[in-house]
């Protein structure tokens, strides 16, 4: 690479592939969803090592091999590749398929190394993850086929210490404002208060547990709930306090006594899309986020003191069919 001219075409064949690249919506999501998987394990808190499996270099003479994404270790010493997928399926009996081809190559790598190989699929219309082994899925001529019903009755997520959350879905958000600031409706019918105190409360009861307050928080933020129109309280002309309620459209929560929330992998899944999407639209790929700032904390078996909760784990169901 010493002539002038060699560098230039090598510029722009670098810029005509990067072009290629960002006008490529599948290619874009694709990577965003690999790059999302890694926070979403981490985030559960059973893993011990993440590695990404397919970057940096790698020399073999077997045409018949390709990389998974990622290499995963959890807290037990389970050893496994993962490759991940993202589907745009939205009826629950469609078919999600990979090419026996890929999937074989996939797999021989991970025979290589004595290690097992899953599929980690993503269905945002669902805003759900599965985690699958071969096993699960229908073998064709050319293809591995499985149902998106199926792949989340057959997922293995629940290694990952993946459970479904729920709590009493009347969470409310009160914004105290200063006494000795301004807190007035002015004539265009703002509101505009300095905020004193921030408090939470479940079923009109104050929540005051640090921990618990996070938790609460984070139900409300990124969990299957409906906001209501800010309520106001006023004492005398000034505004008191502004306070939002949290509810559940889920049917008969109230007879059962509690409403699903979500599953803590989807909930990870749209803390990670508000960081690295502007209304909609994708602004990153992959974000040097500490996972921790993602996930929340809620130890196994805990069942909350000022906020119910109620922690469910989904076992894969092998012999499920649709």
Known sequence: MQKQEDLDDLLLTLKQSLKESFNNPTLIYGKRVESLFKYVICGLGNCTLVKNEDTGDMFFKDENLAIPDYNVILKDGSNFYVEVKNSNL??????????????????????LFNRDLKLAIYFPAIKQWS?????????????????????IAKSEF????DRMIGTIPRLALELIADENRPAFINKSGEARIIISDIKIYCADKEITEKNEKNIAFYLMRFGRLEVGEPIITMKGERIKSIKYEFSSDQENWEEQGFAIIGNLSSMISDAYTKFTSDEGTITSIDKNINPELLSLEIPLNYK??????????????KDFKA
């Open 131 to 151: 985690l699958i082994s071969k096993e699960s899925m229908i073998e064709q001529k050319n293809k591995y086929m499985i149902t998106m019903v199926e792949a």
């Open 90 to 111: 939205k009826n629950p009996k469609s078919q999600y398929s990979i090419r026996k081809e890929d999937f074989n190559k996939l797999e021989n790598y991970a025979k």
């Open 304 to 317: 909350g003191k000022q906020l119910p909760l109620w922690q469910i784990s989904i076992s894969p169901n």
């Open 158 to 161: 629940i290694i990952f210490n």
